[in-house]
């Protein structure tokens, strides 16, 4: 295989050893952390993959750099809980669960999927404005199901909204500690991230114990934590394809506010088997994304709840991508449907994360020829250039002329790839991770395709030519026996 | 150059040598993590917590299934995923994977390396040549090298993109 010259220049680097050496001091300090740390306590799951035991025992040489840092640094960083907050001057905010109603089922649309229309109080998911969405052709959600997933998504949406108003974050309150101690800069980063762990993005879930002191809630939490499959074997995105329970314990600040139905109400009003929304914060400052678990001799730093918000969400039906709590088998089977940006009279679908691109420009990219050459130049510079999008299944494939029909077959349209894409895309690959396998599958006839690309309000558009590509990428796909997959 | 399996098998024997690994691949898991998601601070951190990961999971990496350095950009592909997630690129995080393949390890030939420095050191100008070798070998940053030679950030990634031109000419 011929390298990339990027590739080439990467690997003629014979000697990196001192190359950016606070990167790697820096990393190496990283390393020393969580090779010493002890307390992952309740923040892991109840049966961790995370298996560091032995190879903490053998790093005591780390150990002892790391715990030669000075005391007063795990003291400085103790998280404190002393403030208050002022309910009253917010009494006007409440948290109300909007309504959703499905006004229209429509069994085949001009796409040949069941379609709903809906009416909510709160916008959509995924696709900004549309209020249609329709069912993977794949999927065998019931009616039912797909209201659970209007109404919940659009409960978490709005109740998001109402916490973002009650409790504003600061995002300075972070870098003010990371500006004192530097160790926190790393755990900032490390801790802090969804990636090392799903649980540091845990807010929701049903109360399993609570006192007036602490709560614990769980959830199931679903695939995605891609880091954690460190394992090469292990399938791409379908780490946890059946959820898997997460739980955790935070304390409650003193003056704890308690929120159910658009009102106040006390903590005894709280009972286990309640789902619960809590907003957490440190050193009084809100934070809904960064906790913090560990200081710098890896104790738990222990943070406190600010908030409570007794909801009736069902998390399983939530179809929000970076909340990890809906089931991918469920949310991702349904698609907004809107005008296409730039072609109102075609339309477009907007799914979740399942596109798989098969040529697209990049100007962000310096490193990747093949991906730079083909965006128009000009189309950031020169105003009366702008981006359409279009999406239609494909009819014909000529080498690199692909003939397709937009949704609903109302016109057809034709790109010119810069490359023969395709049947480089579609050379037998190794398959070993779920990904893989849809990948596998390359690009055919009745492919719902994805195009993007930058032209001038008077070229037309429905001739897209290789230098006003910005993406070519694959939306649903033909599986082995005929069927429609994806999204 | 010690071989990595040598290494890996003295870090899990308690040896304190994970440091070599970090040296040895740092360079190129930033450029592979800051092609995936744009900027050098997240490549840095992403590059990082791969590391660390990587580290955490040594024990249970095979290397029958894939060399250290492949599964380590693997890992930092994933990070750079969940990164792109959390910020809703939706698009974009599905076609990390084509963007990642562009800056995965490649293993070459001594007398391949020979070739590309030879073709670097004829680079000209020299700014090309300087350019090349403090991105890809010494590790700084566009705004590093933009600073050391007192040019706006877009000239050094002009200089790159040209004088990759050149190198894919030569080496061709």
């Known amino acids: 295989m011929k390298h990339t010259i990027d590739q080439q220049l990467i ?39 995370i298996k560091k035991e032995t190879l903490r025992m053998k790093v005591h040489n780390l150990r002892l750099r790391f715990n030669s840092l000075p005391r007063a640094v795990a003291i400085a960083i103790i998280i404190g809980s002393t403030g208050t907050v002022g309910a009253a001057a917010y009494a006007t905010y409440r948290w109300i669960v909007p309504k959703v109603t499905i006004t229209n089922v429509q069994q085949n649309n001009d796409d040949n999927k069941k379609q709903y229309t809906v009416n909510s109080q709160c916008g959509d998911f995924r696709s900004g404005k549309a209020l249609q969405y329709e069912i993977s052709k ?39 500690v990371g500006d004192v101690i530097t160790q926190y800069n790393y755990l900032n980063t ?26 614990t809630f769980s959830t199931l939490l679903y695939s995605v934590d891609n880091s954690a499959h460190a394992d090469p074997s292990k399938p791409y995105r379908d780490y946890y394809p059946n959820g898997k329970e997460f739980s955790r314990t935070l304390m409650l600040a003193p003056n704890v506010e308690v929120w ?16 619960i929304q809590v907003v957490t914060r440190t050193q009084n400052k809100i934070q809904y994304y960064e906790d913090i678990k560990q200081n710098a001799l890896g104790e738990q730093i222990t943070f406190d709840v600010a908030g409570i918000i007794k909801t009736d969400i069902d998390t399983k039906y939530v179809a929000d991508d970076a909340a990890q709590i809906g089931d991918p088998k469920i949310v991702n089977a349904l698609a907004g449907i809107g005008p296409c940006d730039g072609n109102p009279q075609y339309s477009c679908v907007s799914v979740s ?23 128009r130049k000009d189309i950031t510079d020169d ?32 790109v010119d790839l810069p490359y023969d894409a395709i049947a480089e895309y579609n050379q037998p690959k190794p398959v070993v991770t779920d990904l893989d396998r849809s990948r596998a599958l390359g690009v055919t006839t009745g492919d719902l395709i994805e195009v993007v690309y930058g032209q001038t309000t008077e070229e037309n558009h429905l001739a897209i030519k290789p230098g006003d590509l910005e993406l070519f990428a694959v939306i649903e796909q033909t599986q082995p026996d005929g069927s429609l997959a994806k999204y | 150059m010690m071989n990595e399996n040598e290494i890996i098998n003295a870090i899990r024997d308690g040896a304190d040598r994970y440091e070599e690994l970090v040296k040895r691949y740092h360079v190129g898991l930033i450029i592979h993590s800051e092609q995936l998601v744009g900027g050098r601070d997240d490549a840095e951190d992403i590059a990082q917590e791969a590391f660390v990961r990587a580290y955490l999971q040594l024990e249970h990496f095979d290397s029958d299934k894939a060399r250290f350095s492949t599964w380590l950009y693997r890992i930092a592909t ?39 420095h030879k073709a670097v050191t004829g680079l ?14 010494h590790g700084k940053s566009y705004q590093e090298i933009a600073d050391e030679a007192g040019v706006p950030l877009n000239t050094i990634r002009t200089w790159l993109r040209r004088a990759k031109l050149q190198l894919k000419e030569e080496l061709s």
């Open chain 1, 138 to 176: 794949s999927s065998s959600l019931t009616d039912q199901e797909a209201y659970k997933v209007f109404q919940n998504t659009c409960a978490y949406d709005a109740l998001a909204t109402f916490m973002g108003t009650r409790w504003p974050s600061d995002d300075g309150a972070n870098k003010k």
């Open chain 1, 383 to 414: 105003k009366k250039v702008k981006y359409f999008r279009l999406h239609g299944r494909v009819t014909a494939i000529n080498g690199t002329h692909v003939t397709l029909e937009t949704r609903g077959k109302k016109a057809s349209f034709t």
């Open chain 1, 353 to 375: 994360n399942q596109a798989f691109g098969i040529v697209y420009g990049h100007d962000d990219s310096p490193a990747q020829d093949k991906l730079n050459k083909y965006l």
């Open chain 1, 11 to 49: 690997a003629a680097n014979s000697d990196s050893n001192h190359a950016n050496e606070k990167f790697v001091a820096r990393t190496m300090q990283a390393v020393a952390k969580v090779g010493t740390a002890e307390t992952f306590n309740n923040l892991v799951p109840k049966d961790s993959v």
């Open chain 2, 124 to 137: 000209m100008p020299p700014e090309y040549r300087k350019a090349i070798e403090a991105y890809y070998w």
């Open chain 1, 190 to 215: 490390f801790a802090g991230s969804t990636a090392a762990n799903p649980i540091f993005g845990l807010t929701i879930g049903k109360v399993t114990a609570i006192s007036p002191t602490t709560v």
């Open chain 1, 260 to 275: 159910a139905n658009g009102q106040q109400i006390k903590l005894a009003d709280v009972k286990p088997g309640d789902t």
């Open chain 2, 78 to 116: 994933n990070l750079a995923i969940d990164h792109l997630r959390k910020q809703k690129h939706k698009v974009q995080v599905a076609d990390i994977e084509l963007l990642a393949e562009a800056t995965m390890p490649a293993y070459i030939e001594e007398e391949e390396k020979l070739q590309i």
